[in-house]
């Protein structure tokens, strides 16, 4: 379970394509790594199964390249890092679980005072989970839902979120790993199953 509150921006060391995909990703972790622990790379949360100083190793099943953006790494892909929560830690986000639910594109970016707006595209299966002003994990960075509309989404990224994570270099047309709100999900299951809960019934719900 993590919060969505990047604590490193890594980089993808090395890449060795396979019928399970190796990614080296280097760090600033003091390497204290243990094997199995998992680790939110851009949002997906992945396992630990090597390590070498600042330096750590995960896998990628073909399951994981198909619906998350992590096939479109390289060698040098700046990635926003979270190690998982243990008991005691502040919850600083939101209950974030590493696990994609769609993969969003950049439809624009501009400044507005000292933030940073960024606009996405909403896969249709994701509307129902997506109100204002509730919670979205895009990229591993948990952040707040400033308009929504059927088909797209937009957030405002603070001078502190542009400088700690990838998410304010992003341009238009690239893509980025989208994680709905648990609570919303389960809620949205509860009255109707997944995609049956259109935003107007949430509102008539009380819940948007």
């Known amino acids: ?23 080296w990703i280097d760090s600033a972790y003091p390497g204290d790594f243990q094997l199995g622990e998992s680790i939110a790379c851009d949002g997906v949360c992945l396992t630990v199964t090597e ?39 502040r919850l600083g986000g939101h ?23 960024m606009a996405f595209s909403l896969p249709a299966e994701l509307a129902p989970f997506f109100v204002e002003k ?17 088909q797209k989404f937009s957030v405002m990224l603070i001078p502190e979120t542009q400088q700690r994570t990838s998410l304010g270099k992003k341009q238009a047309g690239r893509h980025v790993n989208l994680e709905a709100d648990i609570i919303g999900k389960y809620v949205a299951r509860m009255m109707g199953g997944r995609g049956g809960l259109t935003l107007e019934q949430l509102k008539v719900a009380g819940l948007a």
């Open 95 to 117: 209950w974030v679980q590493g696990h994609v639910d769609g993969v969003g594109t950049v439809l624009e970016t501009r400044p507005e005072g000292g933030s940073w707006v």
């Open 1 to 23: 379970m993590f919060t969505g509150l990047v604590t490193d921006l890594g980089t993808v060391a090395r890449i060795t394509p396979g019928p399970v995909t190796d990614l």
């Open 51 to 89: 390590f070498e100083g600042h330096r750590f190793k995960v896998q990628a099943a073909p399951e994981t390249l198909r619906r998350t953006t992590l096939g479109e790494w390289s060698q040098g892909t700046r990635i926003n890092l979270e190690r998982a929560l243990r008991m005691g830690d």
């Open 134 to 150: 509730g919670s979205v994990c895009i990229d591993g960075v948990s952040l707040t839902l400033t308009t929504v509309s059927p």
